[in-house]
């Protein structure tokens, strides 16, 4: 007897393979999260992705991915949830110091001939970048006449980088991370130890600027004569990648400074022929002053 289209139906939804229910769940909670909240994670890196995405249903006690629908759908503050899965807000001070060493000693300073400098710091989790460049920027005398905009798609991130609270144990890295970048007096004179705790001088945050900003769905910030966006695009999948360099090269004075992270590139990105590059291993790039890609 020959197989009807129900029969053949049947028979393929049985066969389906679990990896293919997988994806199609992630697929679910990827629209839902953009239909219900406005957050956009379809070009995000698969694979890493899934990872968060299964964490967060640890998280929540649920066995499946489909599981988390009616968590989102019904549960406005689930988001905050969600997000602190899928964010990653990991970092520290002075992080990867032979960056901040290149910057401190040889682009930065160029920085100077401008009467207002406007920073941009992209994906700043907790602020250890953010109070890194103040300091950096205090040391070199240049402080007063920036604006930094210190963004991040998650508020409980940005709330956390307003507070400047990190932990007493990782100070002895952080210590040796501002001394091996140039560091020109003592990290302690830049925060109040409390117990367990310190806390960032608060002077560090007076041409600072918090705002949640997405890098996805977000526009432009005009007039930038530095972004710094590191360990952010590692997270996305190459043509995301692409549209946020744009969004720098966007941003950017001609002459402006990008800096990314030591494992994310510009080789294959159509803007890459507009940047020239300063140091290849520590991600420093020059916006060159040519206007169109
Ligand atoms: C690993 S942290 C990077 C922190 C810091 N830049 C560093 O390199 O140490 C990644 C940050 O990117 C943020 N992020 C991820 N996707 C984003 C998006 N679409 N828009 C803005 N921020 C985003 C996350 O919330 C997280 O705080």
New binding site residues.
Partial sequence: MSQGPDNRRDAAAAAAHPADIEEIELELFVHAMRRRFGYDFSGYATASLRRRVNALCQHAGVGRVVDLLPRLLDESDFLRQALRFL??????LF?DPEVFARLRADFLPELASYPRINIW?????HG??VYTMAILLKELGLYDRCRIYA????DQ?LDRAREGIFPAAQVPRYTDNYLQSGGQGSLADYYHARYDFIRMDRALLDNVIFAN????TDGVFAETHLVM????LI?FARPLQHQVLALFSDSLVRRGLMVL?TRETIARAPVSELFETLDAGARIFRRTARAEV
């Fill in positions: 964010s990653v807000p990991v970092s520290e992080r710091q992209a994906g700043c989790a250890e970048e963004t991040d798609f998650n991130a900003h997405n890098l996805v966006c590191r360990n952010v997270y992270g």
